[in-house]
């Protein structure tokens, strides 16, 4: 039954017989059998299929519901467990916005599992609001994000402060001065990250305290990660907002330049985002390891 709930649990996440089959290293037939047994175990249907797609009945939506639960309780069980013997073993789901798993958590990964060898992780990737959604949908049990959204089903923890800095290439040519006024904003060309993002909506507050709309830029593209922003920079005439630890390399090595607008400074704290409520032992034992990476009191 657990083995038929996992295929049914990772069904329900992709929604696709093919991925969740090669997820789990069985064939198709297999998953479709597993779903059937489930189906008629239950006297209801699971799925609706409309040719190459499906999705969740409202059978299959509680069924997900409460997997979710009882997979949360094992791990808790593994972990928990394991530390009388001080073998501390277990699956810690961990969710990153962009930036943050690009360049600040590996190296509190590696010192993690340096400490707790037999403790695996997964990293889950993706904006601000994927990341929260994530936790809410309980596919992960801590995020790290960036931005000002509050979900009242969510504790916000700061973690560490940033600095959005505004950049360009150092061969820029439109760029004659090093402190730009909020005027000369206006018309220069940008690009941003995509809606969702929390560094995007980090940026759109701070204009708006100078009463600037991001709609009064000229935003020449919006693209989903933060390298290739960089990239695009390199190549380009165009000025973005960036995290500082996000250009630390290109600064150092005279690619790109950071520019000072008069009156404007965008500071931030990533945030340690759980659900409501006491954390499980494991993810206590993560937020310890990375708060004392950073020697910080949280």
């Not at 467990?81 to 990153?96: D, H, K, T, V, Y």
């Not at 945030?271 to 993560?286: D, H, M, Q, R, V």
């Not at 937020?287 to 004392?292: K, P, R, V």
Request: one cysteine or more; aromatic letters at 8%; charged letters at 25%.
């Amino acid at each position: 039954m657990d083995f038929r709930l996992k295929v049914f649990y990772t069904v329900a996440i992709r929604l696709n017989f093919t991925k969740a089959a090669s997820e789990l290293y069985i064939s198709q037939p297999a998953v479709s059998k597993h779903i059937q047994e489930l189906e008629e175990t239950y006297k209801t249907k699971l799925f609706e299929r409309n040719g190459s797609k499906i999705a969740l009945t409202p059978a299959g939506e509680i069924l997900l519901k409460h997997t979710k639960s009882i997979f949360e309780i094992y791990r808790e069980i593994d972990f928990e467990m394991s530390s009388f013997i001080n073998e501390r073993q277990g699956l810690l789901r961990l969710g990153a916005s962009t930036t943050i798993s690009q360049y600040i958590i590996s190296p509190v990964l590696a010192r993690f599992h340096q400490k707790q060898k037999d403790i695996k992780v997964n990293l889950l990737n993706g904006n601000t609001e994927q990341i929260e959604n994530a936790l809410i949908n309980k596919e992960i049990e801590i995020g790290i994000v960036e931005g000002q959204s509050k979900n009242q089903s969510i504790k916000y923890t700061p973690f560490l402060k940033d600095e959005l800095v505004l950049v360009c290439n150092t061969k820029n040519p439109m760029i004659k001065q090093n402190e730009l006024s909020l005027e000369d904003l206006k018309s220069m060309k940008f690009i941003t990250r995509e809606r969702g993002s929390g560094t995007l909506e980090v940026i759109e507050y701070a204009l708006k305290q100078l009463n600037v709309k991001i709609s009064d830029l000229q935003i020449e593209m919006q693209l989903g990660s933060t390298e290739s922003i960089k990239s695009y920079l390199l190549n380009s005439d165009c000025l973005a907002f960036m995290s500082i630890h996000a250009v630390d390399k290109e600064l150092k090595n005279n690619e790109l330049m950071i520019l000072d607008v008069a009156g404007l400074s965008v500071e931030r704290y990533f945030y340690i985002i759980t659900l409501l409520g006491k954390p499980n032992a494991l993810s206590e034992l993560f937020i310890q390891n990375i708060s004392s990476y950073y020697n910080l009191e949280l």
